[in-house]
């Protein structure tokens, strides 16, 4: 073992040796020190091999003495895993190593101008990252494209996406049509309630007079005044005074009434109805009640948005708590992962070492068999000898 590793250090100085002096070797024989170093990994391996093969019979004999304790055999089966898989892992490297031994001696395609001289390791390092780069810049440019519409497809859904633009457009232009409709006949509504309660007002105010005139007629009823006699002239009237009708004279006139009794003679009173004020008065109520109206759904409006806010402050820290628990599982996740990726690991090196253990068994089983028949056959034919050596004694 010591020999295998002391030709694998001296291989690989040799292959280091460019590093430090690149005329120390030549770059024709790299690919017989690569050979060398192969054949070497290989021979490790073999090393490897039968290191653990006596080891193994070693702790076998050391279990069947009586005197063993607990601690040598934990000890020994861990030496003996430890062999194992040293010696798989020989193998291992020594394959890889012996499977691209084509690709360690080939030429590496760049150097120094002219060719002259090798190549110094640290432009050789470079020259293998831009390699590397352009590898990656290849690799990326072959990436797969994703899949395509088919042009008719594609044309028909750009047909329909047209069509249902130009209907949601229609759709919107009506929308906002009925929109202003609706708010201009909000605001004749509006103006024809003024109208009604103004003229609710009005024919109140003239059930009023018409009241005050009725009681005042009624009053005056009760003073007549008789006349002497209905022939006299004065109380004939004339043909002026026939002609002219109650509604044609003024206000302030006196306004006569003809009947058998007698003449009335009556004064009416000028009435002004304040309208004007009235209709500011309904206007200006109007608009109060609209403003309180309007005040009343703004307050809701501030108290929905409040609670809005507040709701969405709630699922802004739950987003976050769930986010953060999100992380947590993850890496929770990623550690169990890799829990169980290393204990796949060890359950392979497990049944790795015992299958060899069990192999390395069952050889030292037949070789134990071997040499009990070979006993049992030596014991037989020295009873054999024996019988016939006792028989001619007898003879004698």
């Known amino acids: 073992m010591t020999s295998v590793f002391e030709k ?10 460019p590093s430090t002096k690149p005329e120390a070797i030549l770059q024709a024989n790299s690919s017989a020190v690569f050979t060398q170093l192969a054949a070497c ?40 895993t430890s062999l194992v898989s040293l010696s798989n892992v020989t193998g291992k490297i020594a394959t890889y190593f012996s499977n691209n031994l084509d690709f360690f001696t ?5 150097g120094p101008r002219a060719g002259a001289g090798t190549m110094n390791p640290l432009h050789a390092e470079s020259m293998l990252q831009c390699k590397k780069r352009a590898a990656g810049y290849i690799q990326a440019l072959k990436k797969p494209q994703p899949e395509s ?66 009681a005042q007629l009624a009053g005056s009823s009760s003073r007549q005044l008789f006349l002497p006699t209905p022939e006299s002239p004065s109380a004939q ?45 309904l ?43 999100r992380d947590m599982l993850t890496e929770e996740v990623k550690l169990a992962n890799q829990n169980v990726s290393r204990l796949q690991d060890e359950l392979t090196t497990t049944k790795r070492s015992y299958e060899d253990q069990l192999s390395m068994m069952s050889d030292h089983l037949c070789s134990m068999n071997e040499t009990l028949t070979k ?17 001619k004694n007898k003879g004698r």
Not at 262 to 273: A, N, P, Q, R
């Open 8 to 17: 694998l250090q001296n291989y690989i100085g040799l292959l280091a040796l």
């Open 283 to 325: 206007i200006k109520s109007h608009y109060m009640s609209r403003v309180a109206e309007l005040t009343s759904q703004l307050q809701v409006a501030d108290s929905k948005a409040v609670h809005f806010n507040a709701e969405c402050r709630a699922l802004a820290k739950r987003l976050t708590l769930a986010e953060k628990s």
């Open 106 to 110: 080939a030429p590496t395609g760049y």
């Open 149 to 214: 519409v088919p042009y008719v497809e594609a044309l028909a859904h750009r047909r329909i996406l047209l069509s249902s633009t130009e209907s949601r457009e229609g759709l919107t232009q009506q929308v906002h049509q009925s929109q202003e409709k609706i708010a201009k006949l909000e605001q004749e509504k509006e103006h024809w309630m003024l109208e009604a309660q103004l003229a609710k007002i009005r024919l109140e105010k003239e059930n009023q007079r018409i009241s005050e005139l009725e």
């Open 237 to 281: 009237p004339t043909p002026e005074e026939e002609g002219e009708e109650p509604g044609e004279r003024g206000l302030g006139e006196p306004i006569r009434s003809a009947s058998l009794i007698g003449m009335l003679t009556t004064k009416s009173e000028e009435v002004k109805i304040p309208d004007e004020e009235c209709r500011e008065q």
């Open 375 to 391: 006993q049992r056959e030596e014991i037989d034919t020295l009873k054999m000898s024996s019988k016939g050596n006792s028989k």
């Open 41 to 80: 990994l290989h021979g490790l391996q073999d090393v490897m091999k039968d290191v653990s093969k006596h080891y193994s019979q070693k702790a076998i004999l050391e279990q069947e003495l009586p005197t063993v304790t607990q601690k040598l055999q934990t000890t020994n089966e861990c030496i003996l």
